[in-house]
């Protein structure tokens, strides 16, 4: 995303604060007007266009939504008239994650080691080691934890917003946040430890006190703790808090 209006654009269309000057990258949201985020992803302060001198910005969404990013994203502009570009080179690259406590070491020798090598102790995790170490940290997964119906403060992701919020910039979802943080939020993302073994496939009924006040949006089996990880959202009719999140019973 480049030209005249750049900086502009990403500063509305993010609800993180992407101004962090050339060389910065940034994890962050983009909202809809009732505060829901409408995707995730990562935006980069590159160098400047060298035909133009106008700022530039990578903007590295997830492969299973980037198309649907790129449409949210082509929208705002044209609501907000920004004079900028935006230019898809998702087919130009690909992408090779490699994580771990090593990552750096293996990265150094990219050019003269193997890869596939045991020297770093690299292994092939498997996809679904994903979806259950994310599920122990309690990092998020757009499209289930976060949804477009869901906001960063029932998420629990207050930290995406509070810098902007607290220095008045304006942003896409902006007066809804500040809705919520004046009269509370009614539901909230919590995780639960799930006693049985039987797998659970999300969508499942939560129960606090013999009540229903939710839905399980994401499991995993937590092979670091032992048992079933849920997360799922849970609702009050007035306000909720962790004292009443955490005085319940839960089935």
């Given amino acids: 995303l480049t030209g005249p209006d750049a900086q502009a654009a990403v500063d509305y269309l993010c609800c993180s604060n992407i101004n962090k000057g050339q060389g910065g990258t940034v994890y962050t949201n983009m909202l809809n007007k009732n505060g829901g985020s409408e995707t995730d992803l990562t935006v980069s302060h590159i160098e400047p266009c060298p035909e133009t001198g106008h700022d530039r910005f990578y903007i590295a969404a997830g492969g299973g939504s980037s198309t649907r990013d790129k449409f949210h994203i082509a929208r705002v502009i044209d609501e907000k008239q920004f004079d900028v570009t935006l230019t898809e080179h998702s087919s130009e690259f690909g992408m090779l994650s490699v994580q771990g406590p090593n990552s750096r070491k293996i990265l150094e020798s990219i050019c003269d080691a193997d890869l596939s090598n045991e020297e770093h102790g690299l292994v092939n995790a498997g996809y679904r080691a994903i979806d259950a170490l994310s599920s122990e940290k ?39 946040l500040l809705a919520q943080k004046k009269n509370g939020v009614k539901k909230r993302l919590v995780c639960l430890k799930v006693d049985s073994p039987v797998p659970l496939v999300t969508l499942e009924t939560v129960y606090r006190d013999g009540e229903i006040v939710g839905y399980v949006s994401r499991t995993a089996y937590g092979y670091s703790v032992g048992c079933n990880v849920a997360w799922g959202y849970v609702n009050h009719p007035d306000k909720i808090n962790l004292d009443w999140v955490k005085s319940g019973k839960y089935q």
């Fill in 138 to 176: 309690g990092y998020k997964h757009w499209h289930e934890d976060v949804r477009p119906d869901t906001t960063p403060l029932e998420a629990g992701m207050a930290w995406l917003v509070n810098a902007k919020l607290k220095a008045g910039t304006d942003f896409l979802g902006r007066d809804a």
